[in-house]
Structures are given as C-alpha cells and as structure tokens.
C-alpha cells in the first residue's frame, strides 16, 4: 500500500506560479510513474502530468506551462504550474503507478492522494 499526500494548493491570480508536491511512503518509489490529474465538478478526472523513470508527458492543455519533476531520494514527486489560467481550477491528484509507462487514463493508476484544491482567479 502506498498513501500520497498532496499539498501546495490555493488560490492565486491568474499569470502567477503556483508549486504543487507530492510526497509518497513507499520504499520502493522510483520504481513507481507517478501522476497529476485534476477533476472539476461535474467532470472526469483528467490527465495533467506524469513521470516514469525515463519520460515525461503532459497534456497539450498544460504543455509549455507545467513542469513535472521527481525526488527519488525524498519520495516526492513536484508540478510546477507556471502562467496559470482560470481553467487551471481543478482539486489536483497526485497518483502512482506500477506500471513502467506514462499512462494518460486514470484507470491506470494503483494509488491516489486525497488532493489538494487549486483556484485561479481572473
């Protein structure tokens, strides 16, 4: 069993940078790809960002903006958001994998944090 928690989240205006962490207790982490997705009311959970051991990937909606990144050593697992719109307003999960890939469906994932709510105003 691996438990992700999540902090970093607020309210910030839009165009600011915004640091998203993850931390995960597990002993084995760097053999897990890790994730960010992010749900709004009313919607499905959607694929911000992942990292495996050797790729990152992230939605076209994010790229060029967010940066993924990992600590192996400390078991954590980053989003950096930067220029951050109004439809960046989302509760942001941090999940784990087993599988080596950077899987885009949610379905994917083994485990999740409890998330941490994000909001961007105009």
């Known amino acids: 069993q691996v438990q992700l928690v999540e902090s970093g989240g607020g309210v910030v205006q839009a165009g600011d940078s915004l640091t998203l962490s993850c931390t995960a207790s597990t002993r084995t982490f760097s053999s897990y790809t890790m994730g960010w997705f992010r749900q709004v009311p009313g919607k499905e959970r959607e694929f911000v960002s992942g990292i495996s051991r050797s790729a990152t990937r992230y939605a076209d909606s994010v790229k060029g903006r967010f940066t993924i990144s990992r600590d192996n050593a400390k078991n954590m697992v980053y989003l950096q958001m930067k220029s951050v719109n109004p439809e960046d307003t989302a509760v942001y999960y941090c999940?784990?994998?087993?599988?080596?890939?950077?899987?885009?469906?949610?379905?994917?994932?083994?485990?999740w944090g409890q998330g941490t709510q994000v909001t961007v105003s105009s």
């Open positions: 999940a784990a994998s087993v599988y080596g890939s950077v899987w885009f469906a949610a379905s994917q994932y083994d485990y």
